[in-house]
């Protein structure tokens, strides 16, 4: 993973999506943001809610076009963690941004977020992510620069 910048007390980071990334991510207190241009394979998804949860996410944000199936598709897997596999203690917050700008969304990461009330704030890691690896990175850490210097993203109509 690539450090991005902080804001608000969480550390960013910029993550390739794969398989064989999956041991990167966080082991607790983290959100993801995921960006996307299309739906990635099913199963895949999948496996990364699946890791994702059993490494503490605490939110998983999707932003773009489709992100309410991808929304849809997380809590799938969490409703079959509880209901068929028996994990009662399985929390997740899932939200979608598909009327939302790339800003206002990834602003929502570090300000509009609904953690555990135990939680501290400053423990929390926000792992970016595109589906199909497009670059990201240097967009996501100029907005970074930008909140950092006091800029917000502008309101929508």
């Known amino acids: 993973m690539q450090y991005l910048g902080e804001q608000n007390g969480r550390k960013t980071y910029w993550w390739e999506f794969s ?7 966080p082991d607790k207190d983290w959100v993801a943001f995921a960006i996307e241009d299309g739906l990635p394979n099913y199963e895949m998804f999948d496996k990364f809610a699946r890791v994702s949860i059993s490494k503490g996410i605490l939110e998983f944000k999707a ?16 409703v079959t963690l509880i209901v068929t596999e028996n994990q009662p203690d399985v929390f997740v917050m899932t939200t979608w941004h598909d009327k939302e ?30 589906f199909d690896n497009s670059d990201k990175k240097s967009e996501l850490k100029n907005y970074l620069d930008k909140f950092n210097n ?8």
């Open 150 to 157: 006091g800029w917000l993203p502008p309101l929508e109509e």
């Open 63 to 78: 932003f773009g076009e489709l992100s309410e199936k991808l929304h849809d598709w997380f809590d799938e897997t969490v």
């Open 101 to 130: 700008s790339l800003t206002d969304a990834f602003w929502q990461c570090f300000y509009a977020t609904a953690l555990p009330d135990e939680t501290i704030n400053e423990n929390v890691k926000i792992v970016c992510f595109h």
């Open 19 to 25: 398989l064989e990334n999956f041991h990167e991510l």
